[in-house]
């Protein structure tokens, strides 16, 4: 199984500490009205998260080489079904510059949420929002998928979206038959997401994906990105930023963007200081993995609740393109970041921690029924919440 990556406890404890729950600065932060971190202590954790990247790095043989004022946190979801490109217009965004509500956690279908990284980062790359979804009494994991973070296996070598997301399905495989998580997915991490609803849909509660490659049967993660980036075809003919690992003569086996390139498509909201942490940590993207398509069913990744968060302000996946997304497969629910880049949980990390867990509160119809309910009851709410999403 990958590694599994939490921030850093307190401030004595050493920065190299690779844990699944984090009692950030301390166990006396918890869900129960703790005080915010102030600057200080913002950026100790930064600074920790930074030097184990480093020493992750160096270990590995590498080398160094608009905010919104407003009075409250507005984040909203539509309601399962409510997906018209009219209502989503009506969506009030996300901001961040209120101070957080208290939060109370009542009545959880699960508190494990499983973090899975995006294209070239790693479990590093959560370190804020585990710290957000810990603070607020959560059990959050982030997987180092294959070939990413300080998984050392060689990117040119993954040839498929399974081995790309072994580690996610491996964990999904040990979790007990009564457990469940929710699955939160950036990026082309959404294709692993999609891929382990398929394989293990009764281990999920609810599948979450950040402005993510939220796909549909036969369709590859690749296609999501071909507005952005060109067709496929002329893509893998023209690129200046294909890894061809096993030779020219050989099909390309990887993707790296050069650091202007990445600076522009995924951190033009993002904080100095994290663009620095993804300096030192990203890795190539293996290329097979978005090239591939998926199968995808109805009896298997059909059945689990989804969700998708928009970021407005967005240059790799273009908020056009998101929008295209949810209407040619709408979810159960969409969330809106205003402001935010690609990498949200890097630029509006208190914004997506707050989207999270609404999420996470979200209940299933079944579970809105009284406890003598009928089997015809409970069959005729799976019928129509099936229905509203279609």
Known sequence: MGNVFACMPRKEQRAAAAVSRSKRMGSARSARGGPKLTPAEEELLHRQALAMAIHQHLDAGGSMSRRIDAGASLSRRMAPGSTSSRRRGDLPDSVTNAKPAPIVLENL???????VHGEGFGAWCWYKTISHLEEAGLDSVALDL??????HTDTNSIATLADYSKPLIDYLDKLPEDDKVIL????????????ALEQYPKKISK???LTATMVKDGQRPFDVFSEELRSADGFLQESQFLVYGNGKDKPPTGLMFDKQQIKGLYFNQTPSKDMALAAV???????????????LTPENYGTVRRYFIQTLDDHMLSPDAQEKLVRENPPDGIFKIKGGDHCPFFSKPQSLNK????IAHIQSPA???PANASAEETASVAV???????
């Open 367 to 369: 579970a809105l029924l």
């Open 109 to 115: 279908e699960t508190k494990k949420i499983v973090l």
């Open 207 to 209: 599948a979450v994906f």
């Open 355 to 358: 989207i999270l867990l609404e």
């Open 384 to 390: 129509a919440a099936a229905a509203a999403k279609s």
């Open 184 to 195: 939160v997915g950036h990026s082309c991490g959404g294709a692993s997401v999609s891929y």
């Open 146 to 151: 294959t070939g990413s973070g300080i998984d």
């Open 281 to 295: 940590s990203m890795r190539p993207i293996p290329l097979a993995p978005i090239m591939e398509k998926l199968s």
